[in-house]
């Protein structure tokens, strides 16, 4: 079970949020998702229900687990707190409204938690540049650097300052080409949401062109990086701010 849990904190590190209510002192707790499974894993570990709240402009349905009952709240984030990265400060002020005590943070990140977090924040990418080669890259996103830290810590790559559209500090972690099966090994038995990208990825990433590129599996590596291009513009219709 606690793997299962550092999964769902990972996940929550990255799609959920916590909300205060400064006058009826509530807490709020959200996950949403264009992907179902996840979400009904918090429904099934914590209860409550997964609903369909809207229509991406993708005309994909998007989910959200919601749950505003304290008795859940406090269990929910009692329960992840230990694993929690970026939300950890305010799931402790959270915690302390709903008068709950404050667990112990965990002095460990595991691959599960990095796989949750992957799933939330991360993406793999391909690109066909002159003469059919190929570039993946494999990288994630997010406000707050440490996750990424330890995305390196135990992947290697790199971590970059980038600033987002609005001019916010941001940062990339992104990983080594040489890297790519080891990580994919990692994650894949633990991802839900990227584990088809993952796999393609690792697929990708096995198939050793000779004669300087010029040989028949080439068309092979093609499709692999189409179809992940595919899923990709799938995703970014997903996480569109546009819905209809």
């Not at 904190?9 to 916590?18: H, V």
């Not at 940062?171 to 990580?183: A, C, G, I, N």
């Not at 690792?202 to 692999?224: H, Q």
Request: hydrophobic fraction near 35%.
């Amino acid at each position: 079970m606690s793997y299962l849990i550092e999964y769902l904190a990972g996940f929550f590190d990255g799609e959920g949020s916590i909300s205060l209510h400064e006058i009826r002192a509530k807490v709020r707790i959200r996950v949403g998702q264009v992907e179902e499974e996840p979400l009904n894993l918090y429904a099934k570990v914590f209860g409550g229900t997964v609903r369909f709240q809207q229509t991406t402009k993708g005309r994909l349905p998007y989910y959200n687990y919601d749950t505003n009952d304290s008795l859940r709240c406090g269990k929910i984030l009692t329960s992840l707190y230990p694993y929690l990265l970026v939300k950890q400060e305010k799931a402790q002020i959270a915690l302390r409204r709903l008068g709950r005590s404050v667990p112990t943070s965990s002095e460990t990140v595991s691959i599960e938690y990095l796989a949750g977090f992957f799933d939330a924040e991360g993406s793999v990418s391909t690109a066909i540049k002159e003469g059919n080669k190929i570039a993946m890259g494999i990288r994630v996103r997010q406000n707050n650097p440490y996750p990424l830290l330890m995305f390196k810590e135990m992947y290697g790559g790199y971590v970059y300052e980038n600033r987002t559209p609005a001019g916010k500090e941001s940062f990339e972690w992104k990983l080594r080409q040489s890297d790519v099966t080891l990580f994919c090994n990692d994650m894949i038995p633990h991802t839900i949401v990227k584990r088809r990208q993952l796999k393609l990825a690792k697929k990708l990433a096995s198939i050793k062109l000779s004669n300087n590129g010029r040989d028949s599996r080439i068309e092979e590596k093609l499709e692999l990086a189409i179809e992940i291009k595919i899923l990709n513009s799938l995703k970014h219709l997903i996480n569109s701010d546009e819905y209809c």
